[in-house]
């Protein structure tokens, strides 16, 4: 199946800083989606992009679609104790069915 | 807000022993899947189901395993025989349509295979 490589692997921030994470793919995909995970639960989608080279905000959350389209790239802005989890970007397969998630970024955030 | 609901929250079981995990979807929605997630590592997809068969499977997806809707509400997924490397989370996430790919999860069942 498809890889989908995120890094870092894990991150320790200060309340306030910004976090910038990326997701990188050896093919091509049409749509990147960036989901967050609280412990014990299921993943939560924030935003979903669909064009080569778009930039799309949720709140305090950014992402980008790389223009290659084998990278994705997630940033959060002035960052507070919920925000932490751990955040996984995937991407559908050609017909739709088949999602592929990445391995994870996992962010704690000090308060 | 409508969600996604999975029954049970935690189940354990012996090896060997036949699971079945309940989940109902979103009402109005059309495409169900399941995922796997051993514990500490990534979301891996199990199967796509749509119109009462199987869109795709993963090659995780192997004979021990099968899905079906069999009351038009429930979506479950079952585990023949289960081994030691089936326990980890299980998560239903289902979709309104194939085009969109906002796909909504339920909270999960952890399984425990002793």
């Known amino acids: 199946g498809q890889q989908l490589n995120q890094s870092p692997q894990s991150m320790f921030i200060q309340e306030g800083e910004d976090v910038s994470m990326n997701c990188t793919s050896s093919s091509i995909f049409n749509t990147w989606l960036w989901y967050k995970q609280d412990p014990g639960e299921g993943p939560v989608l924030l935003i979903a992009?669909?064009?080569?080279?778009e930039l799309t905000s949720n709140g305090r959350l950014t992402a980008q679609f790389g223009i290659t389209r084998k990278d994705s790239f997630l940033n959060i802005s002035a960052s507070i104790p919920s925000d932490v989890g751990i955040y996984f970007c995937?991407?559908?397969?050609?017909?739709?069915?088949?999602?592929?998630f990445g391995t994870g970024t996992s962010l704690t955030v000090i308060p | 807000e409508p969600e996604v609901t999975q029954t049970p929250s935690h189940q354990v079981t012996q090896m060997g022993q036949e699971v079945i995990l309940r989940c109902v979807p979103i009402s109005n929605h059309l495409y169900f899947y399941w995922y796997r997630q051993i514990l500490g590592q990534k979301v891996e997809f199990l199967v796509s189901f749509y119109n009462n068969e199987i869109s795709e499977k993963s090659e995780i997806f192997d004979d021990q395993f099968s899905v079906e809707r069999p009351d038009g509400s429930n979506f479950t997924l079952k585990i023949r025989s289960t081994k030691l490397e089936d326990s980890a989370m299980y998560f239903c996430a289902t979709k309104f349509r194939l085009q969109g790919h906002e796909q909504y999860f339920g909270p999960g069942t952890r399984l425990t295979v002793t």
């Open positions: 992009l669909y064009k080569a080279g």
């Open positions: 995937a991407g559908p397969s050609n017909t739709g069915n088949q999602f592929y």
